[in-house]
């Protein structure tokens, strides 16, 4: 049972640069959500998908986007990568009245 | 809308020690609160969740939380610390706005356990 898995767990970009953080669930949850981790300040939510075909802006949206491939997928990309990209990237899967299901997570350092 | 603050970004506590993580939530309707674990380099792990049932609530590796809606309170504690706990802790309450359903973190305790 693999739960949440997130490529790839490691990534450095050069400023400008893009690139797309995959993530795949295996648990059947209807929402999916990506977030940033950053040293004092905990998760921050940057989008979410609360079904198929629907994408929504959290906290920290600027800079991103996703796509919400079908029910297990849900990719996170920047387009032009900038130093304050720079962070781990978690994303989870829950339905409802669930708790939230989390990746092991990806290392981005924007140089 | 929903909010959680935990007190104190660092804790340390002696092996054998009791654990108090403190947790306060913000909420306009009954919670779902969740304590999370993460290890270095690794994802964050689920400890226990509170979701009305009942306001003591045990969780894996020894923890446990008291809910106490007087105080808005959901602290974390565990009676004798032991060196795999140190680690960082996440408090974490569901968010009912709109349909998000997401979880909302507070900024995390790191717990040191000295031998």
């Known amino acids: 049972n693999a739960g949440v898995t997130q490529t790839p767990k490691f990534q450095v970009l050069k400023t400008g640069q893009s690139m797309t953080l995959q993530c795949a669930q295996d648990?059947?949850?209807?929402?999916m959500y990506w977030y940033r981790q950053d040293p004092g300040m905990g998760l921050r939510l940057i989008y979410y998908?609360?079904?198929?075909?629907?994408?929504d802006k959290g906290e920290v949206p600027n800079g991103y986007n996703v796509s919400r491939l079908n029910k297990r997928e849900f990719s996170l990309r920047l387009e032009s990568a900038a130093p304050s990209q720079t962070s781990v990237y978690f994303c989870?899967?829950?339905?409802?009245?669930?708790?939230?299901?989390f990746g092991q997570g990806t290392r981005l350092t924007v140089v | 809308a929903q909010s959680v603050t935990q007190l104190g970004s660092h804790v340390s506590v002696s092996e054998g020690a009791l654990v108090l993580l403190r947790c306060n939530y913000s909420?306009?309707?009954?919670?779902?609160l969740f304590w999370y674990v993460q290890y270095p380099n690794q994802g964050l792990q689920l400890l226990l969740k509170?979701?009305?049932?009942?306001?003591l609530v045990k969780g894996i590796n020894g923890f446990e939380a008291e809910f106490k809606k007087s105080e808005t309170s959901f602290h974390l504690t565990k009676p004798s610390a032991h060196m795999s706990d140190a680690a960082e802790y996440f408090c974490?309450?569901?968010?009912?706005?709109?349909?998000?359903?997401?979880?909302?973190f507070g900024k995390g305790t790191k717990l040191s356990v000295k031998p």
């Open positions: 909420s306009s309707v009954p919670p779902y």
């Open positions: 989870a899967s829950s339905n409802l009245n669930t708790e939230a299901f």
């Open positions: 998908s609360a079904s198929e075909g629907t994408t």
């Open positions: 974490a309450v569901r968010n009912y706005g709109g349909s998000q359903g997401n979880l909302i």
């Open positions: 509170y979701t009305s049932a009942a306001t």
């Open positions: 648990m059947n949850h209807n929402s």
